[in-house]
Nanobody, 124 residues
Framework: QVQLVESGGGLVQAGGSLRLSCAAS????????MGWFRQAPGKEREFVAA????????YYADSVKGRFTISRDNAKNTVYLQMNSLKPEDTAVYYC?????????????????WGQGTQVTVSS
């Protein structure tokens, strides 16, 4: 069982930055791939970024490539999402998720555990 708690969301102006954190419970955190997804009002949840169990492989949605960076600290059981050059279209609830398929994936159904989400709002 893995419990995930996101933090770091908030209100920021376009062009600004935020860093999301996701703290995980459980001793097997380092064996899970981790991902970030987001859901904007009226839209389906979409993939943002993923990182393999070791941190050696990362994956990004085209819409955030070059602006967002996913990383992890297995000693702290935490995964991060650094978001730069934010745009109003990045406004959404951001969720972190853990997948027992440790190599990383953009497929939502591969993720076994989900956090409650943190709101990110980007004003124009």
């Amino acid at each position: 069982q893995v419990q995930l708690v996101e933090s770091g969301g908030g209100l920021v102006q376009a062009g600004g930055s935020l860093r999301l954190s996701c703290a995980a419970s459980g001793r097997t955190f380092s064996s899970y791939a981790m991902g970030w997804f987001r859901q904007a009002p009226g839209k389906e949840r979409e993939f943002v970024a993923a990182i393999s169990w070791s941190g050696g492989s990362t994956y990004y949605a085209d819409s955030v490539k070059g602006r967002f960076t996913i990383s992890r600290d297995n000693a702290k059981n935490t995964v991060y999402l650094q978001m730069n050059s934010l745009k109003p279209e990045d406004t959404a609830v951001y969720y972190c998720a853990a997948a027992s398929y440790g190599w990383g994936t953009n497929l939502e159904y591969e993720y076994d555990y989900w956090g409650q989400g943190t709101q990110v709002t980007v004003s124009s």
